[in-house]
């Protein structure tokens, strides 16, 4: 807003400056008009920069603005080339920067001032726009507005930047930085789609870290929370770009493998499980992580993420019954 302000108040100096000076005005309204031009922008600025609510206050200096804007376009005469360029910006600007209820309040300032200073100074009006007032309006339309346009461009862009941002953190785990369950549903969902479209070898892995609860208990959150960190940056090595690592939530994870045969897929809960067996938890060293993985293939009739994911989970649940530290496939 500074910058723009800056800009928008230089610009206006001139068609308004022109007009005064073939209108004959008094030397204090030319000052006051520098004044408006060269050292409001600096005075709003602060304001705001100084306020316990940066942005009500620049809705206020908006609003002031818009005033100031009526009370220049009466001092004009409603001369009406730099009049209605002048009231055009000022509301698009308005609009831009807060919306129409924003919009509402600075034209119903605007006119109000305008009002007042008008009848005040005898409503003159002048409707002839002479050459060099043409002129001097002509860099205000073409400047501002050109800048108006690489300003909301550039706000555009980092809105989409930061919207993909927020995107990415609402499909991650906080503490893990891999992909939370509404990510890993969305991709297991899209996988089946494909699937059933086209058959292939798909598997899904389901892992759980044993005797977490006694990690937990023995060692406290903090460690145990260290050791889900660990776990997931295994997953993390193991696996390629194409899958999806994730956390189903606790000391639960599930690998989404695309085109991923059985044996594949054994192969990487291996390389897991082996990866896992050389972690140690501090501060017993002697504690092992150890890990059971249940793996599912894409079978056909499977047509909703919840009968994929049991299948993985009746896996898993089975490597349990075999005594953890054990992987188990169907």
């Known amino acids: 807003m500074y910058l723009m302000r800056i800009l928008g108040t230089f610009l206006c100096f001139f068609p308004i400056l022109s007009v005064l000076l073939e209108l004959q005005r008094p030397l204090w309204l030319m000052l006051l008009l520098g004044a408006n031009a060269f050292v409001w922008p600096g005075v709003a600025y602060l304001?705001?920069?100084?306020?316990?609510?940066?942005?009500?206050?620049?809705?206020?200096?908006?609003?002031?603005?818009?005033?100031?804007?009526?009370?220049?376009?009466?001092?004009?005469?409603?001369?009406?080339?730099?009049?209605?360029?002048?009231?055009?910006?000022?509301?698009?600007?308005?609009?831009?920067?807060?919306?129409?209820?924003?919009?509402?309040?600075?034209?119903?300032?605007?006119?109000?001032?305008?009002?007042?200073?008008?009848?005040?100074?005898?409503?003159?009006?002048?409707?002839i726009v002479t050459q060099r007032t043409m002129l001097a309006t002509l860099p205000l339309v073409a400047v501002y507005m050109?800048?108006?346009?690489?300003?909301?461009?550039?706000?555009?862009?980092?809105?989409?930047?930061?919207?993909?941002?927020?995107?990415?953190?609402?499909?991650?785990?906080?503490?893990?930085?891999?992909?939370?369950r509404r990510l890993l549903e969305q991709r297991i969902q899209y996988e089946l789609e494909q699937f059933n479209q086209s058959p292939r070898h798909s598997s899904l892995m389901f892992i759980d870290i044993d005797n977490f609860k006694e990690v937990n208990d023995r060692f406290g959150h903090e460690v145990g929370d260290a050791l889900l960190v660990s776990v997931s940056k295994i997953l993390h090595a193991a696996t390629r770009k194409t899958d999806t690592p994730a956390r189903l939530g606790g000391d639960e994870f599930v690998i989404l493998l695309p085109n991923t045969t059985p044996e594949e897929a054994l192969v990487v809960a291996t390389r897991i499980l082996e990866a896992a067996a050389l972690t140690t938890v501090k501060p017993d060293h002697s504690f092992r992580c150890t890990l059971s993985i249940g793996i599912a293939s894409a079978a056909p009739g499977m047509h909703s993420v919840t009968h994929w994911l049991k299948a993985a989970d009746d896996a898993l649940y089975k490597a349990k019954r075999l005594g953890k530290n054990q992987i188990y496939a169907h």
Do not use: C
């Open 47 to 127: 304001r705001a920069r100084y306020s316990p609510t940066p942005l009500s206050t620049e809705h206020y200096n908006l609003i002031f603005d818009a005033g100031v804007g009526g009370f220049w376009i009466a001092m004009m005469a409603v001369n009406p080339l730099p009049s209605v360029v002048i009231a055009t910006i000022l509301l698009s600007d308005r609009l831009s920067a807060g919306g129409f209820e924003l919009m509402r309040k600075a034209g119903l300032v605007m006119v109000a001032v305008f009002a007042a200073s008008w009848i005040a100074q005898g409503m003159h009006l002048e409707p």
């Open 146 to 180: 050109l800048a108006l346009s690489v300003l909301t461009d550039t706000i555009a862009v980092k809105l989409r930047r930061k919207s993909r941002e927020l995107e990415r953190i609402a499909m991650m785990d906080p503490l893990l930085d891999i992909a939370n």
